[in-house]
């Protein structure tokens, strides 16, 4: 038995996760404008419901919505029966993600390991399982959100920036596996963006004064999109951050642990907890 929803094979059909705010949220509505139904997670029902309810109103598509903690193995399974399901599936956007303050000897492992099941055991069983209809029908793109983060880790965040390099090797090499099938897989690297993300992670506020490169999340998405007509697995928004990783790629690795030490005391606040935002 198919989804109702989703029953005519010429309809474009998108999975977003993470899409009750942010970047995931803009992806949605991006997608939808160009027509697309789509298949969206969250874990607060009442945002997802809001979210969905707009998309249908202003777009006239159709959205299935699955309530979901992506770090909880039954809530996973159910995501992967809807998968199944669908007739096609053109776009799949691994979004979903949080932050965590606490610094990993001190916090409680189970915590930590949530944020490896979300950032990327999660995506890699999602990105299994569109493979073969995606391959099948020798179409498809897959955009991974990781994170400029990944590229500068620090003291305090170093299972966050640890599963967002994860997941930029494995897009590289996926994408390498999969262009020969004619499917596009992206790694897009955003930086400071104005989403509840930085926020609740405990950015100083008074550093967007500082950083000139902060950027909207349409602004992310526009470019993402974009940058998918030239086949680059590599998707780096905003200028500030394309030249922040030149000069990195030229600075010792001494220089580099120096400077992550005096971007962090400008970056947070004194906070030793964790705060979640799976989206």
């Given amino acids: 038995m198919r989804i109702s929803l989703f029953n005519h094979e010429n309809e474009k059909t998108g999975i977003i996760t993470g899409a009750t705010s942010g970047i995931g949220k803009a992806f949605a509505f991006h997608l ?6 789509l298949v969206i997670t969250g874990r607060r029902h009442e945002v997802l419901n809001e979210v969905a309810a707009e998309l249908t109103d202003r777009f006239r598509i159709k959205v299935y919505k699955v309530i979901a903690d992506l770090s909880v193995k039954k809530d996973v399974q159910y995501l992967l029966h809807v998968v199944e399901k669908l007739q096609r599936i053109d ?6 993600g949080y932050g965590l303050t606490a610094r990993f000897h001190k916090d409680d492992i189970n ?13 890699i069983i999602l990105i299994h399982k569109v493979l073969t209809p ?14 400029m983060a990944s590229y500068t880790p620090t ?3 170093s299972m966050y920036t640890g599963t967002k390099s994860f997941l930029r090797n494995f897009t590289i ?3 390498l596996a999969l262009r020969q099938y004619g499917i596009q897989v992206q790694c897009l690297c955003p930086g400071f963006t104005h989403t509840d993300f930085h926020k609740k992670i405990g950015i100083a506020p008074n550093f967007k004064n500082i950083w000139e490169g902060w950027m909207e999340p ?20 905003g200028r500030w951050n394309r030249m922040v990783l030149r000069l990195l790629s030229v600075i010792p690795a001494s220089l580099q642990y120096t400077l992550s030490d005096l971007i962090k005391n400008h970056l947070f606040r004194h906070k030793d907890s964790m705060m979640p935002d799976k989206s």
């Fill in 32 to 37: 939808a404008q160009q027509g697309f139904n």
């Fill in 91 to 96: 776009i799949l956007v691994n979004n979903a």
């Fill in 111 to 123: 915590n930590q390991l949530k944020m490896l099941q979300v950032h990327v055991t999660t995506p």
């Fill in 134 to 147: 995606m391959i099948n029908a020798r179409r498809g793109v897959i955009i991974n959100v990781s994170s």
């Fill in 155 to 157: 003291a305090d965040n």
């Fill in 173 to 175: 090499s996926q994408h």
């Fill in 218 to 237: 349409g602004e992310v998405v526009k470019y993402s999109i974009s940058h998918l007509n030239n086949y680059r697995v590599m998707c780096i928004p």
